[in-house]
Structure formats: structure tokens, C-alpha cells
């Protein structure tokens, strides 16, 4: 009689122990819950459309490794501050517990970065580049992810340079360009802007056709722009430096309109490798981009982004490297690792590069 209640007794215990593993086990699948806000400047562009579905899809990937659970709410700034300001606050009202933001206007980040410090909510900072001060505000909870929009400039400026003739398609010694321009203010169009032209300049001379022309990031602008320079100025445009791929996605259609064949009578060069661009260049009709990888961009702010969520705390930079596309099996996507760099690092680096 005793040996049996010892056995029903030793049954009941490992019952009860497994149970208790059991409910550890489920507890550990079922992990963390996360509310990501993420406010994108504006839907309507090419490059953010690509980064804005990877950071969807990769947080998915995360949350099905770890165990946790990733909420991301996007929000679409269209292009318009005083909207995303509007949306970052009700974010931070909502109690969000970290916020990754593309920003309409860099240089009004630092009232964000305020706001969300005094209620303890992390920030990532992707694709538009902010200032040294605003990083400064709240060191080791606000990053920058992104790529040095100096350096998508100056390949610019190669792949022009490393053509055979150097752009300079009736032979008089200069080449004679139009640049289509994103927004006015904004770092990257600025460092693009400036980049590309110095260093073609390095190898021949240069003359601009008129100033700089904001096509504000815009497929549609960037095809009114290069038809009205290629209807001003005739033959005399031989290159057209892009901003972005989007914009001289619509210069291709203005070039075609106006019976010019790329890279023969006239070159044009976008940043982005957009996908389009790419088969472009396969059938030689762009003749060269440079890659914004939203892939690695996209995938680092997701992995800074989890280091904030568990307590850690992060650099004020992460970067990833522009590449130089004239085939499209440069443009292959594969992941790679990012470069932490401190703001000190950082000023040295562009002062020794750049000169600034």
C-alpha cells in the first residue's frame, strides 16, 4: 500500500514538473512585445518604398528568431514636416517603445529627439542625415543609420569620368551638364550636388547649363526638368547628373521624347540602383548609378533598433557604403556589416576626406 502511494505520489510530482516546464517553455516562446513607430517622409518615393518594405519584412524575420513580438506602425510624413511632427508626437504619445524616423527636415530633429528623450523612448535616425549637435542631445539612445551622401557624389563623378571620351561628347575639351536636383536644404541633394561635379572636374572641365533644378525627389518633375534643358540647350546638354534614380527615371523619358540615345549623344547618372534603372543599364540605356542599399540600411536600423530595446546603449553612427553600378551585377544585394564610427571619428574622418 505504501509502495503504491509512493508511486502515485512520484506520478503527480512529474506531472506537476512538467507542467511547470511546460509554462517556462511557453512563456519563453511567447517573449517580448514591442511597439515600433516608424515615420517615413513621404510614401511616394522609390528608394523609401523598397527600405520601408525590407524594415517590415525583417522586423517579421527578427521576431520569429527571438521570440518576440515586433508591432511596426508606418506612418507617411508626405513630404510635409509639420505632418510628421504631428505623427512622431502621437507616437510618443501612445507610448511607443522606440521610434525610427525618416525625416521630412533634418534640421528640425533636435525638438523630436527632446520630446521623445524626456519620455524615454529611443530614436533611429535613417536615410537623411542629421547634424553632429543633434546626435549630441541624448548620447548612446539617439543613432544615425545610413550612408555618407559624399561618396554617392563623387562615384557619380567617376562613372562620367571613367567613360572614354570623359562626357565630352562634341570634343571641345568641356563637358557641358544639367543637374536635377531632390529638395533645397536637404544633405544629401546638397553633398550629391557638389560631389559630382568636383570630381569630374578633377579630370576635365565642367560648366553647369543653367543652376541646379529642384526636382523635390519626383519622377514626373525630373522629366519636365530635362525636357525643358534639352529644349533650351539643344545638343549642348551631354550629361545629366541625378539626384536620385527616380528623378532620372523621368529625364529617360524626356531624353527618349526628345530622339536622344543615351550614351551615345548624351549620358545621365541617378543614385539608388532602383530596380528599373538596373535593366536599364543592362540593355545600355543609363549609363550609370550608384546603389543606396536599402537591404543593409534597412536590416542595420532593425538590428540597432532591438539593441535600444533590450537596455543597450548604441553609437551615434552606423554606415553603410554606397556602391558604383555601370552592370547590373554590381547591384546584386548581399548583407554586410556596418561601421560604428564616434562623432569625434566621424569630424576627423570628413575634415581628412573632404576638407570640411
Do not use: C
Not at 513621404?42 to 524594415?55: A, C, G, I
Not at 519584412?57 to 521576431?63: A, Q
Not at 541646379?212 to 519622377?219: E, I, K
Not at 532591438?306 to 546584386?332: F, T
Amino acid at each position: 500500500m505504501i509502495n503504491k502511494m509512493k508511486r502515485i505520489f512520484v506520478v503527480f510530482a512529474l506531472a506537476f514538473l512538467t507542467l511547470g516546464n511546460l509554462s517556462v517553455l511557453n512563456v519563453k516562446a511567447e517573449g517580448e512585445t514591442y511597439d515600433v513607430g516608424v515615420a517615413i517622409y513621404q510614401y511616394n518615393d522609390n528608394f523609401m518604398t523598397l527600405f520601408r518594405n525590407e524594415l517590415e519584412t525583417y522586423f517579421k524575420e527578427l521576431g520569429e528568431a527571438d521570440g518576440n513580438t515586433y508591432n511596426v506602425e508606418f506612418q507617411d510624413g508626405k513630404n510635409d514636416q509639420a505632418t510628421q511632427t504631428e505623427q512622431l508626437n502621437n507616437f510618443i504619445a501612445q507610448g511607443k517603445d522606440i521610434l525610427i524616423a525618416n525625416l521630412v527636415d533634418p534640421t528640425g530633429a533636435d525638438q523630436i529627439i527632446l520630446n521623445a528623450m524626456n519620455a524615454d523612448i529611443p530614436v533611429v535616425l535613417i536615410n537623411r542625415e542629421p547634424d553632429v549637435s543633434t546626435l549630441e542631445l541624448w548620447p548612446g539612445k539617439t543613432t544615425y543609420v545610413g550612408v555618407d551622401a559624399r561618396q554617392s557624389g563623387v562615384f557619380q563623378g567617376e562613372i562620367i569620368a571613367e567613360l572614354e571620351n570623359k562626357g565630352d561628347i562634341n570634343g571641345d575639351g568641356v563637358v557641358n551638364y544639367i543637374t536635377i536636383m531632390g529638395d533645397a536644404g536637404n544633405v544629401d541633394a546638397e553633398q550629391r550636388t557638389k560631389y559630382s561635379v568636383e570630381t569630374l572636374s578633377e579630370t576635365i572641365k565642367a560648366e553647369s547649363l543653367g543652376e541646379p533644378q529642384r526636382g523635390n525627389w519626383d519622377q514626373a518633375k525630373g522629366q519636365e526638368i530635362a525636357a525643358n534643358a534639352i529644349s533650351q540647350y539643344g545638343e549642348q546638354v551631354e550629361v545629366i547628373f541625378s539626384n536620385n534614380d527616380g528623378m532620372a527615371l523621368g529625364a529617360v523619358q524626356a531624353i527618349k521624347g526628345a530622339g536622344r540615345t543615351i550614351n551615345e549623344d548624351i549620358y545621365i547618372v541617378g543614385v539608388d540602383a532602383l530596380p528599373e534603372v538596373v535593366d536599364l543599364l543592362e540593355n545600355n540605356e543609363f549609363t550609370g548609378t550608384v546603389l543606396n542599399d536599402h537591404y543593409n540600411q534597412a536590416r542595420t536600423a532593425a538590428d540597432i533598433a532591438v539593441k535600444l530595446l533590450n537596455g543597450e546603449e548604441v553609437s551615434p553612427y552606423y554606415w553603410h557604403d554606397y556602391i558604383k553600378v555601370s552592370k547590373p551585377e554590381d547591384a546584386e544585394l548581399e548583407r554586410t556589416e556596418y561601421r560604428e564610427e564616434s562623432i569625434e571619428d566621424y569630424q576627423k574622418r570628413i575634415k581628412d576626406t573632404y576638407g570640411e
